[in-house]
């Protein structure tokens, strides 16, 4: 069991190899103090409470950090658990220790629960962003990391959300600090938890080769120490089997079994200079074979997360590929602790923790490149977070917005709906103007009405994303655009009674599109919009569908008219359009304009015609020998006359026919009839016939123009109630 003195002496040993000039009362005193404070509390392995700061402590100072982070490491839980104040312990240890403590304590109290991928990343930027102190972060990790160590002490339901949390949240953090050895430790206790089956069969696989691992090791070190001595390289050379997540995570990307997998093992060696670390490779390339493609020099790119080594895979006799990492022990150092191990060595061992330090922390972290695209270079730029807040929806969603953004950049950001409806805000559940600025962490509600006015002008100049102000401006523009709408339909509907029709005939579906592809709208709100503005006056839209409306209320008035088989089924005279043609013209590579017939030459269907692309009423057609058309190769004009030809030229109609399946009753020959009268084919012949079980059959032969009219008739007749199969017929 984990004791009090254990942690104690270990620390104050780790702390004694990097700074042997501490202040140790002072330590002591904040251990007295805690124990005091935590006396009450037990861990959940019945240990007093005290063990548990003092073990993160300890892990701080393996890390290398400073007394006050140290310090920190020991009081962290006592803001949060116990009756201290941050005053208190201002008072008693300093202002920065005080500050250090409520970081890590706010960071305690962000609620995880499982969250998508792009909410798991801004909740580590939000973590990064809320610890300006970069020690906050690392007195989090290591708190973390004994809470993991001592994970089974816990229920096995917060055992597995607390290593989902490790998982998603702290491990990631640790690995772009650069900590590998933390985030190691951190991924396979986690993965024992997640997944103990497949934790259970690598440790079950790894212990059963443990005897050839060891032997193979043990050669391959003796063969790269022999030759470095030979030639008269110092260098330590460590090996070891890859840790049992990333042989997890191979086995689960790659698809492998263990017996597959590629690299168990990695070397490293660790050399006083880097001249060494490039003689180093040379020979371990001189003593083994090369595996192409696997060498990777991070020494003159490092990872943005300030990793550096020489990686390469080679094979020796016994045929098992390895990787062996070549550093200096600086890199070493920062390869196992990462952003800490600068911290310490810029901290000269006096303690002295201020700005300046932070600072030098920002700009190397800005100075990385981004070599590695397999590493997040933006989320280790700490200082890019100066200019984003991170916030929380009521249900613990973060969303990421500029600073200095408001509770109207955030409704925006959830929805333009909720901008435009909010009537109050809440941050942390206190009633707050629109213009407070939020902070990270911030729990922000928005409250919407749906009696709302909409957005004021003044947000326009309190927000401060340009997602907002986008939205902003799109709701009045709109707004006005409903107004225009509105004026543009009154106008138009009285130009329409005036012509003498109904405006109610605007509501036939088949009439409309043909409308308004006449008219060159997508729909009749961007036409009403139109006329609103003054972009059309309501005159001249009538007078563009005028002859369509009268031809189409004849129509209705004698709706069999023309039925020269005599079938009551015949349709009005077909005027089907095909998705290509206009008035039964086709002008070529334009799918759909206005098409008009010139005065001068009357075209009529058979005619050789000639389009002429007049300027804003569409295609004007002409016949060929029309005296009017006879300027077509005049260069002035040429470009405006098109090739168009009569739809018929290609669609000439064909016959089908067409079995419908029905469930019998009474009425639905007569549904069958009014379809088809409205779809305007041209019925050659409707039977129908009663089959067993109380279905019917319809024969239905008509005349269509293509297939897609065709398609169009079918499920027409199909969506007819108790209609329940069509299929082609022979005929
Ligand atoms: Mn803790």
Not at 120 to 144: H, Q
Not at 433 to 449: A, K
Not at 580 to 593: F, M
Request: hydrophobic share 35%; charged share 25%; proline share 4%.
């Amino acid at each position: 069991m984990e004791t009090f003195e254990d942690h104690y002496d270990s620390m104050l040993k780790a702390l004694n190899k990097y700074m042997p000039g501490a202040d140790i009362a002072l330590i002591e005193k904040a251990v007295r103090y805690a124990a005091d404070q935590h006396q009450d509390q037990k861990r959940k392995d019945g240990s007093p409470y005290i063990i548990h700061p003092l073990a993160v402590a300890e892990i701080v100072a393996e890390i290398g950090l400073d007394t006050d982070a140290i310090l920190a490491a020991i009081l962290h839980d006592c803001i949060e658990d116990t009756s201290s104040t941050f005053d208190e312990i201002a008072k008693e240890f300093g202002l920065v220790v005080a500050e250090l403590v409520e970081g890590v304590t706010k960071l305690t109290r962000v609620e995880y629960s499982t969250l998508e991928e792009q909410q798991m990343e801004n909740l580590r930027k939000m973590f990064m962003a809320m610890s300006k102190d970069i020690r906050v972060i690392l007195i989090k990790i290591a708190d973390r990391l004994h809470n993991t160590r001592t994970m089974q002490y816990q229920t096995p339901k917060k055992q597995i959300s607390k290593s989902m949390e490790t998982m998603d949240i702290y491990a990631p953090l640790a690995h772009r600090l650069g900590m590998q050895k933390i985030k190691w430790e951190l991924e396979d206790t986690s993965l024992r938890y997640l997944d103990p089956e497949g934790y259970n069969k690598i440790m079950a696989y790894l212990e059963e080769h443990d005897e050839e691992s060891t032997a193979f090791m043990r050669s391959i070190q003796t063969k790269i120490t022999t030759r470095l001595s030979a030639v008269g390289i110092h260098g330590s050379i460590y090996g070891r089997v890859k840790h049992v997540y990333s042989i997890y995570r191979k086995m689960r990307d790659q698809n492998k079994t263990l017996d597959e997998l590629y690299d168990l093992y990695a070397f490293r060696v660790i050399v006083d200079s880097i001249p060494d670390c490039y003689n180093v490779l040379g020979h371990v390339h001189d003593l083994f074979h090369l595996v192409p493609g696997r060498f990777k020099d991070y020494i003159s790119t490092p990872k943005p997360n300030m990793y550096q080594s020489l990686h390469t895979t080679v094979i020796g006799t016994e045929g098992i590929p390895f990787e062996v990492q070549i550093r200096t022990w600086d890199m070493h150092q920062t390869a196992e602790y990462g952003i800490a191990a600068h911290w310490k060595y810029k901290q000269g061992g006096d303690g002295d923790g201020d700005e300046k330090s932070f600072e030098w922390v920002r700009r190397l972290l800005e100075s990385q490149q981004d070599t590695d695209a397999e590493d997040y270079v933006q989320s280790l730029k700490i200082d890019m977070f100066n200019d984003e807040v991170f916030v929380f929806t009521p249900r613990g969603n973060v969303i990421n917005l500029p600073a200095g953004s408001t509770p109207i950049d955030f409704a925006y950001a959830i929805h333009s709906g909720v901008g435009n409806a909010m009537v109050g805000a809440k941050i942390n559940n206190r009633i707050a103007n629109f213009d407070t600025v939020l902070h990270n962490g911030d729990i922000v509600e928005i409250l919407t009405s749906r009696s709302a006015k909409g957005p004021s002008r003044d947000w326009l100049s309190i927000c401060k994303s340009n997602q907002a102000r986008t939205k902003i401006k799109q709701w009045f523009k709109k707004e006005r655009r409903e107004e225009n709408v509105i004026h543009g339909k009154t106008s138009f509907d009285a130009e329409l009674r005036r012509s003498g029709f109904n405006p109610a005939i605007l509501h036939d579906d088949e009439l409309l599109p043909m409308l308004l592809k006449k008219l060159s709208f997508e729909c009749l709100d961007d036409m009403y919009a139109a006329i609103g503005y003054g972009g059309l006056t309501s005159t001249k839209a009538v007078g563009r569908i005028r002859d369509d409306l009268l031809r189409y209320t004849r129509g209705i008035q004698n709706p069999t008219a023309g039925g020269r088989d005599g079938s009551p089924l015949r349709a009005a005279p077909s005027t089907t359009l095909n998705r290509h043609s206009v008035n039964g013209v086709i002008v070529e590579d334009i799918d759909s304009c206005m098409i008009k017939f010139a005065r001068c030459c009357t075209p009529v269907p058979g005619d050789s015609i000639v389009g002429f692309i007049t300027k804003g009423y569409g295609v004007s057609v002409h016949r060929q020998d029309c005296p009017n058309a006879q300027n077509r190769a005049d260069p002035k004009y040429a470009s405006r006359w098109v090739p168009v030809h009569w739809a018929q030229e290609d669609d000439q109609p064909f016959t089908t026919t067409v079995e419908l399946d029905c469930i019998t009753r009474s009425g639905l020959l007569m549904d069958v009839a009014t379809v088809l009268t409205s779809v305007r084919v041209r019925v050659k012949e409707l039977s129908g016939r009663d089959m067993p079980g109380g279905h019917s059959s319809f024969t239905i032969t008509f005349d269509v123009k293509n297939i897609q009219e065709l398609n169009l008739v079918v499920t027409k007749l199909l969506n007819i109630r108790d209609v329940v199969g069509a299929r082609r017929g022979q005929g």
